[in-house]
């Protein structure tokens, strides 16, 4: 059974920069044919894709979000990482980290965190 679990601060002032981990637990995030994502939900909208990382290291990122977005990965501690520059208020969501399979349908959600950005 994979589990994934968000990590990070629940509150971030504008023009920050949010820095969220993901720790995988029950798989390795470099076993073939999965991709590690990002995905948010801002408070009365739909879920977004933010961008993901593939068991090679390649990322992926959405073109909404691809000026301000990183993801990155530790191998060692089977974690990936969502960086968010230059955040404002409208970037507040639950953020959520995800397993995808090859053919980007997901098969395992973490429980998503909260994020709120304010001053």
């Known amino acids: 059974q994979v589990q994934l679990q968000e990590s990070g601060p629940g509150l971030v002032k504008p023009s920050q920069t949010l820095f969220l981990t993901c720790t995988v637990s029950g798989g390795s995030i470099t076993t073939n044919y999965y991709y590690w994502s990002w995905i948010r939900q801002s408070p009365g909208k739909g879920l977004e894709w933010m961008g993901s990382i593939q068991f090679s290291g390649v990322t992926y990122y959405s073109t909404f979000f691809k000026s301000r977005t990183s993801i990155s990965r530790d191998t060692s501690k089977n974690q990936f990482t969502l960086q968010l520059s230059s955040v404002t208020p409208e970037d507040t969501a639950v953020y959520y980290c995800?397993?995808?399979?090859?053919?980007?349908?997901?098969?395992?959600w973490g429980k998503g965190t909260l994020v709120t950005v304010s001053s």
């Open positions: 995800a397993r995808d399979r090859g053919d980007w349908v997901t098969d395992y």
